[in-house]
């Protein structure tokens, strides 16, 4: 079983930030839009590849970076969807890199961190979405596995793997300012790797991960309310890790993951309403971790990961409707994890992943598209 999983985080942080202003505010879905999702149509990367990261700004939704099947295993290509035309182009980051994470805020979709083939890495790619052009930055440290999330005209990286063993986990939360092109720096409460991350109302969630110091997986929420800049602590009902996360209206939902002592995959999904704070619980129909989400409207989706069974990878995707606090399934073309994810306009793609195929064919180049509709 893979010790580490790619978040996408990001795809909590799509529907969230896409105002081009200074002084953005998070715009999240309204419960009134897009109130019907069905699988429409599939498409292909330029490249077969997993562990990528996906966001999305305006009417493009970009992949980047990920495992490939041939030496050097990592990958800088980059897959770029124009919603608005239905066309794809292609770009590079500045370094190879899988486990890398992304979030979008204003114009600007950002890619860090990541594991390359000389190690963990520093890497802060920034594509501008009016100008078509790319910028390059820096984290302080070089990490992988970390968590990405957008609140305005900000983007937070926290958590993380910084080398291996024990130490290698990080508290540290990075926040790059795309108005200003300038960072800050704060702390979770505790170290952690393949933690999850979104954002509703004023506040901001890291939940799960593992923490290497104490070799426990994390049941630990920190909590961010931005206009008071204070931060709290809650509890997940189960501690995991290789959850997923996505956030729409007022609710934010925490999904599957791994219990890291047995290896069991969960089924678990923890509900946070901003409005009220208040948690509620709920739970998939099948246990999974290394999924991944992605919201529009009153819709947050949860497709494929891994299980752990004699499925493994799986097919199912779930469909939380926020408002009607009920369920609905479709499916994937084919079962696999590891895959990016993303919402544009009335799109939601999922993109790459691991297949049942495995070793140098467990690679998959095709996006899965969830058309929204009233």
Not at 286 to 303: C, Q
Request: glycine letters at 12%.
């Amino acid at each position: 079983m893979k010790k580490y999983i790619l978040f996408l985080a990001l795809s909590f942080s799509i529907t969230a930030c896409k105002k081009s202003s200074p002084s953005i505010t998070p715009v999240l879905p309204t419960s009134g839009a897009y109130t019907k999702i069905e699988y429409t149509a599939t498409a292909n990367l330029s490249e077969a590849r997993k562990y990528l990261a996906a966001a999305a700004a305006g009417n493009k939704i970009v992949f980047a970076g990920g495992n490939i099947s041939l030496a050097p295993y990592y990958s800088k290509t980059v897959d770029i969807f124009d919603v608005s035309n239905n066309t794809w182009a292609t770009a590079q980051l500045s370094e190879a890199r899988s486990e890398l994470v992304a979030a979008a805020a204003g114009n600007k979709i950002i890619f860090a961190g990541g594991r390359s083939a000389t190690g963990y890495s520093k890497a802060v790619d920034i594509y501008d979405i009016t100008t078509n052009t790319w910028a390059i930055s820096q984290l302080s440290v070089g990490r992988s596995s970390m968590c990405a999330v957008a609140y305005g005209n900000k983007i937070y990286f926290a958590g993380g793997q910084t080398n291996g063993g024990t130490t290698g986990a990080s508290k540290a939360v990075e926040i790059y300012d795309v108005s200003t092109n300038t960072w800050a720096t704060a702390q979770l409460s505790e170290t952690r790797i393949n933690i999850s991350a979104a954002t509703a109302g004023t506040k901001i969630l890291f939940a799960g991960g593992h923490n290497t110091a104490t070799a426990l997986t994390s049941k630990t929420v920190d909590i961010y309310d931005v206009p008071s800049n204070t931060w709290t602590t809650a509890l997940l009902s189960v501690g995991r890790y290789g959850l997923s996360a996505s956030a729409t209206s007022n609710k934010i939902v925490f999904a599957g993951g791994i219990n890291g002592s047995t290896g069991v995959a969960l089924k678990n999904v923890d509900v946070y309403d901003v409005s009220t704070n208040t948690w509620s619980t709920d739970q998939l129909s099948v246990p999974r971790w290394g999924l991944s989400s992605a919201a529009g409207g009153n819709k947050i989706v949860f497709a494929g990961g891994f299980d752990g069974g004699p499925t493994f990878k799986i097919k199912d995707v779930e469909v939380y409707d926020v408002v009607t606090n009920s369920w609905a399934t479709l499916q994937l073309s084919e079962g696999k994890g590891g895959m990016g994810a993303a919402t544009a306009g009335d799109k939601i793609l999922f993109g790459g992943g691991e297949t049942a195929g495995g070793g140098a064919t467990g690679y998959s180049k095709t996006v899965e598209i969830f058309t929204l509709s009233n």
